[in-house]
């Protein structure tokens, strides 16, 4: 796989890990129904596409990363008291998802960075790419 191969992936993870803080952020005022369904915060799994151990023997040319999947981060909720709310249970508190706005935001800075490393990285290696086909031709 090739380093403008490999970046790509980098940067198609960090974009859905963007995409589940987003997602995150927008339902964390979401009230849980009375039966308790509603929102559970997110998280992405992500890692090495392929084994890295390999890569590290020399067997095989690195494959870059990809999202393994979405699961519930176990955060829980938290209950708030609004005796108002309609969806207030008897005691007058409200279920909502227990979602760290700061963590959240920590989060969305981190992967941004990483997807902006990711562009720089596609970047000098589309550079290199024809910087190597420029030499050919004076070759």
């Known amino acids: 796989m090739d380093a403008i191969a ?5 940067l198609d993870v960090e974009w859905r890990r963007m ?6 952020l927008a ?19 992500s890692g090495p596409a392929g084994n890295f151990g390999t890569v590290l023997e020399g067997q095989h040319a ?3 990363v990809r999202a393994y999947g979405v699961e519930p981060s176990g955060a829980g909720i ?13 005691n007058g508190y409200v279920s909502y998802p227990n979602v760290s706005h700061a963590g959240e935001m920590a989060l969305m800075v981190k ?17 290199i790419y024809s910087s190597a086909l420029q030499i050919g031709k004076q070759a």
């Open 62 to 64: 690195p494959a870059g």
């Open 78 to 90: 938290r209950r708030v008291y609004e005796p108002g709310h309609p969806q207030a249970d008897a």
């Open 111 to 127: 992967t941004a960075r990483a997807y902006e490393a990711n562009l720089v990285a596609l970047a000098a290696a589309q550079q």
């Open 27 to 45: 339902n964390m005022n979401s009230a849980r129904a009375a039966d308790g369904t509603g929102f559970q915060p997110l998280t992405l799994l």
């Open 19 to 24: 995409e589940i803080i987003a997602l995150n």
């Open 6 to 10: 490999i970046s790509r992936t980098g």
